[in-house]
């Protein structure tokens, strides 16, 4: 499973404390998702960090 951040994130920061190992902000300052599949043991986090968007700019692809 991948995720993608579009363009109505805020970059609040909030995936990325739940999930750093699948959000982290870019060289752009903006929230990106990493480009591989999630890794099975960030599974859950991910999904958490999905639900937790407070604009809802997380989804799955």
Avoid: Q, W
Avoid at 31 to 42: G, H, L, Q, S, T
């Amino acid at each position: 499973m991948k995720y993608k951040v579009d363009d109505s994130c805020v970059c609040c920061g909030a995936c990325i404390a739940v999930c750093p190992t699948v959000f982290f902000m870019g060289a752009n300052g903006r929230v990106a998702a990493i480009a591989d599949d999630v890794p099975e043991d960030a599974l859950e986090d991910a999904e958490d960090a999905m639900g937790g968007c407070p604009v809802g700019a997380i989804h799955t692809v």
